[in-house]
């Protein structure tokens, strides 16, 4: 048996400056090799900067086109969206929209490169119609008048078209092949690359591995008689293979997967073809080692040389993933192939790391550190030949000179290029090193699937710190190209960008961190070990406050409260500040209570309770801001006027089920951190979550009992009485029903403020130059997760009607892949409903669907309190009366004249929580936002997740009254504001002691009134 090693572990997000204190010592090479290299990487600049390419390539779009300048940007979104636009309408606002941005009119290119002038000359022209002016002679004024719409849309359009020819060798593999053959004595090697996004659906899994298969038949028909490693070869993205390749769905992955990469495999072995599986994001590398582990491990490949993977220099753990490579290849006795990459998900990776609140990120923040850790990658794999064949991607002169020196011979590796870039590098260093081999990474797609890929691309290598931005500006000094990184980075300290350097730790999204093994295993045992030692295990604070006195009490709780500073308030026993941390260390109790008695998944009971230790901390600070100090007023001399907040008295909190924890918390905190006291009252169907409260938060919990197993409701006479009570002076309330507010509303007494969330018919609006695969991401996230059990949950979709069809099963697709049952199992992404009533109401809600609307999907449900996700499509929005708490997407298409009809539609329902609207077109977008009365509007991405203290949640209209919760305004709401003046000249001449006006302006109201009391 071979010694298989273990599988792969290694910290997720290490510390730059230990990375940079090992990597540092060893990246000077002797005097004569640094000599060496810049002579090499000097010689290949200057080839760079002489090569005039008639055609042109990605360097010359990105000389005349910078993607600093908004031009650039134009031409970048206009790339990845204008050829997936079915419609003239659409095509044309895009158009007007992107070419409205930029000064193309008067972009005078100066490029010998037929593709970019080819490219401007038709932007230009397009940008006249749009905007037209008269040259001097009247000429160019007259031609666009009489060309009009339609030759702007076809000129664009073969602009993107010209591109696209240029940056994809085929559109076919039979093309790419054809295109790819060596012209006369020319030493060629390919890996083609077959475009498209990751799969979402099953269909799209079967496409993509369709492709892949065919391909390889293709390639291996075409090679020709060469031996590896000069066969071509073929790159597979896993996540195209699979519609959940996630770490959640390892076991389901590991079953379905596998088999299918291995048919590959063995195909690509029938034909002796370098077969690369490429690299992910970072939450995919312990999965994606997995899946090639275990196939690898798959007797039939043996004796084949032409495995191989992608490994990421920006990714810090990329040395550890090379030992572990090297530790497979030694268990198994094969050679392998590795391509070193610098990576291309960069802004991804560092906004995913920014939403959790990590301590530090998975890719490097500089990109000195990338630079520099790719020669040290780079170092490790050539001192591991001949078991591993590298292949160096790069376009950077500096780093090929690096390598060429460190490789001390030229066999045994390979560098490896972009089809459309580094053609003058590569060229010249062909001439200069006859025998050093050379990889072309081709792709291979339709022009609607390039141009996702050309962004990425482009996003890649066209930084303003990239070297191929950078070596296309000619105002950049050669000896600036070729500083070395470990001069860039000089000491440890500065190894880590210092504006990127920490997280968004103080407002943590709550998003799980399940992508990493070691974290989903102590969440799967804490809460599993939390429940064998007793189902009444409650937290130390709810044996110290099991009930608490009546509501009598509330009003001496609250003058005690009031009194302390808000420093106090934040670090008492039940303050904010305590809150935090006693959740954060009894995160595993709490995640098994909301999993138990809220059916939450796994997931989702983190964020909850991720989301009421952000509550906690952001109240305590804003609590310190607001109720800290006092405002001095202006006011005539000898008189002081100072403004100060203090807490209202007794608010009764009331917990919604839905978030029985985060937004229970939420609004505690709050009215402590003002200076009151609570009554808190915990949902119905969750009471077993609210009885970890405050001292300062009192009140009886009525009809506490456990949830049985089919989750029924206890009754409600507790909410009822908490709205009605004479001396209840004031009311919070989230998720409330109707009939509490008109209890409110019809009580005695004083005036009570209300602050309310309620839900509501929240909708999205996708327009044709959406991203389809991104509104399915979307779609099914904002729409299933949690249930559909979110306020801000998607409830009604307008999609245009040109390209509805594909994206509404694109979008039943991916819905039909989500696991459906327990919450406790990691690998599920839809729980139950809270409760049978719910069901009941969801039941006969879809059946009355069945009957008035187009079904396009129903998953099966397991038995139990379970709602499988459905979509209908109904005839016109009207048809959704009410709001549908749960796991049902209603959707309704529109013809893009019809939008002001479809933002009416919204707006007659009387809701305004959330919207979500997907468009690459500015114009639309502003208009939307301008138009509607909405809380909270996400643009291109999903629709729920606010962040506390980064979107401030809250609605209008029938969704709630404000402010925002976890939003700057909130606290003040919770309070009162008052005044004091007084008058510090007494009639006498000795109480000026400090001249007119008695005291200074910056003392405070205490030390005027001592003053005035001490004075004769």
Same mark, same amino acid.
């Given at each position: 048996?071979? !010694? ?43 080839? @760079?900067? =002489? ?30 969206? *204008? ?68 030759? %702007? ?120 073809? !370098? ?60 050679? *392998? ?13 560092? =906004? ?10 998975? %890719? ?15 170092? =490790? ?21 690096? %390598? ?119 969440? +799967? ?76 998944? *796994? ?101 506490? +009992? ?57 909708? &999205? @609006? ?40 594909? &994206? ?7 819905? +039909?892949?989500? =696991?459906? $049952? ?48 459905? @979509? ?35 707006? +007659?329902? $009387? ?5 979500? %609207? ?6 639309? @977008? ?5 138009? /509607? ?6 643009? !291109? ?8 203290? /980064? ?8 969704? $709630? ?56």
């Amino acid at each position: 048996m071979p !010694n298989i090693p273990p599988p792969f572990t290694a910290p997720y997000a290490p510390d730059d400056a230990e990375i940079a204190a090992r990597l540092l010592p060893a990246s000077h090479l002797s005097p004569p090799q640094e000599a060496r290299i810049h002579r090499t990487a000097t010689r290949l600049i200057e080839a @760079i900067r =002489k090569r005039d390419d008639r055609l042109g390539g990605v360097e010359d779009m990105l000389r005349e086109f910078a993607l600093s300048t908004k031009e650039g940007l134009a031409l970048m979104v206009l790339a990845e969206a *204008l050829l997936r636009v079915p419609d003239a309408r659409t095509a044309d606002q895009f158009i007007e929209d992107k070419l409205g941005e930029g000064d193309f009119i008067h972009h005078e290119t100066k490029s010998t490169a037929f593709l970019v002038n080819a490219s401007a000359w038709a932007l230009g022209l397009s940008a006249r119609v749009i905007q037209p002016g008269e040259t001097p002679d009247g000429t160019i004024g007259r031609l666009v008048k009489r060309l009009g719409a339609p030759a %702007v849309r076809t000129a664009t359009r073969q602009a993107m078209r010209l591109m696209g020819n240029h940056f994809v060798l085929g559109e076919t593999i039979e093309q790419a092949l054809e295109r790819g053959k060596p012209r006369s004595g020319q030493k060629t090697r390919y890996s083609f690359d077959m475009l498209g996004e990751g799969a979402r659906t099953a269909a799209d899994a079967r496409r993509y591995f369709d492709a892949y298969a065919s391909a390889i038949e293709t390639i291996g028909k075409a090679a020709g008689n060469h031996a590896l490693p000069d066969r071509p070869g073929i790159s597979v993205k896993l996540s195209a293979l699979h519609p959940r390749f996630e770490a959640i769905s390892r076991a389901r992955v590991m079953v379905e997967l596998v088999p299918q990469l291995l048919d590959l495999a063995q195909r690509g072995k029938a034909h002796d073809l !370098n077969f690369t599986v490429d690299a992910e994001e970072a939450d995919r590398l312990e999965l994606s080692l997995d899946v090639i582990a275990a196939t690898l491990a798959d007797p039939s490949l043996k004796g084949w040389d032409g495995f191989g993977l992608a490994i990421q220099a920006y990714q810090k753990r990329a040395s550890a993933v090379i030992d572990y490579v090297d530790a497979l290849a030694r268990a198994h006795d094969r050679k *392998l192939m590795v391509r070193l990459v610098k990576g291309a998900y960069w802004d991804t990776e560092i =906004k995913r790391a920014q939403e959790r609140g990590l301590d530090g990120y998975p %890719v490097f923040t500089r990109k000195a550190m990338t630079d520099l850790n790719y020669v040290a990658c780079a170092s =490790k794999l050539l001192a591991l030949r001949p078991r591993i064949f590298p292949q160096f991607a790069t376009h950077n002169a500096l780093t090929v000179a690096t %390598v060429l020196e460190m490789a001390e011979g030229s066999s045994g590796f390979e560098f490896q290029r972009l089809h459309g870039m580094g053609e003058a590098l590569y060229e010249q260093l062909a001439k200069d090193h006859a025998d050093i081999a050379y990889r072309t990474y081709a792709p291979v797609g339709s022009h609607r699937d390039l141009l996702a890929y050309l962004v990425r691309r482009l996003l890649e290598n066209g930084a303003n710190s990239s070297f191929v931005a950078q070596a296309a500006d000619y105002r950049v000094p050669v000896p600036a190209l070729l500083q070395r990184p470990a001069d860039a980075i000089v000491r440890p300290q500065a190894a880590a960008h210092p504006k990127d350097s920490a997280p968004l730790r103080s407002v943590r999204a709550g998003a799980a961190q399940f992508a990493r093994r070691r974290i989903r295993r102590a969440h +799967r045992a804490r809460p599993t070990a939390d429940r064998r030692q007793g189902r009444d295990r409650r937290p130390q604070a709810d044996r110290r406050c099991n009930a608490g006195p009546g509501p009598r009490s509330g009003g001496r709780s609250a003058r005690g409260f009031r009194r302390l500073e808000p420093d106090a308030r934040g670090h008492t026993r039940g303050g904010a500040g305590a809150g935090r941390h006693l959740l954060e260390s009894r995160s595993a109790h709490f995640i098994a209570l909301l999993q138990r008695e809220g059916g939450k998944t *796994l997931d989702d009971a983190l964020s909850d309770v991720r989301e009421a230790a952000d509550f906690c901390r952001y109240y305590a600070a804003q609590g310190r801001k607001l109720f800290g100090s006092e405002t001095a007023m202006p006011g005539p001399t000898g008189e002081s006027n100072a403004l100060t907040m203090r807490g209202r008295g007794v608010f009764v909190a009331i917990s919604p089920w839905n978030f029985p924890l985060a937004i229970f918390l939420g609004q505690v905190t709050a009215a402590l951190m003002a200076g009151n006291s609570v009554v808190a009252k915990p949902a119905e169907q969750t009471p077993r979550i609210a009885r970890g409260r405050s001292p300062a938060a009192r009140g009886r919990h009525p009809q506490e +009992r456990a949830v049985s197993r089919h989750r029924r409701r206890p009754h409600r006479r507790g909410a009822d009485r908490a709205s009605r009570h004479r001396r209840r002076r004031l009311h919070r309330l989230d998720r409330g029903r109707p009939q509490h507010q008109r209890a409110l509303a019809a009580k005695d007494g004083p005036i009570v403020p209300l602050i309310a969330e309620t839900g509501g018919i929240n909708a &999205m @609006i996708a327009d044709a130059t959406a991203l389809p695969e991104q509104v399915a991401d979307d779609v099914v996230t904002s729409a299933f997760r949690s249930a559909g059990q979110r306020c801000s949950a998607l409830r009604l979709l307008f999609v245009q009607e040109d390209v509805a069809d594909r &994206m509404i099963e694109m979008v039943a697709g991916a819905a +039909r892949e989500l =696991k459906i $049952g327990d919450p406790s199992d990691v690998a599920t992404h839809v729980g139950p409903v809270i409760d049978v009533e719910a069901k009941q109401r969801l039941d006969a809600h879809i059946a009355r669907m069945k009957t008035e609307a187009r079904l396009h999907f129903a998953g099966p449900a397991p038995e139990g309190c379970f709602v499988a996700p459905h @979509i209908f499509e109904l005839t016109e929005a009207g048809q959704l009366t009410e709001e549908v708490f749960g796991p049902i997407l209603h959707v309704v298409r529109y013809r893009p004249e019809n939008l002001e009809r479809v933002l009416r539609a919204i707006e +007659r329902t $009387g809701y305004g929580l959330t919207l979500g %609207v997907h468009s690459r077109i500015d114009d639309s @977008i502003e208009a939307i936002i301008d138009r /509607v009365q909405v809380g909270n509007i996400y643009v !291109n991405r999903n629709m729920i997740g606010a962040v506390v203290g /980064v979107q401030p949640f809250g609605g209008n209209g029938l969704s $709630g009254t404000g402010p925002k919760a976890g939003g700057p305004h909130y606290l003040a709401r919770f309070a009162t504001e008052q005044t004091v003046t007084i008058n510090t000249g007494c009639g006498r001449r000795q109480c000026c002691v400090a001249g007119w006006g008695g005291v200074s302006p910056g003392r405070s109201v205490a030390s005027r009134r001592n003053i005035g009391l001490m004075l004769p």
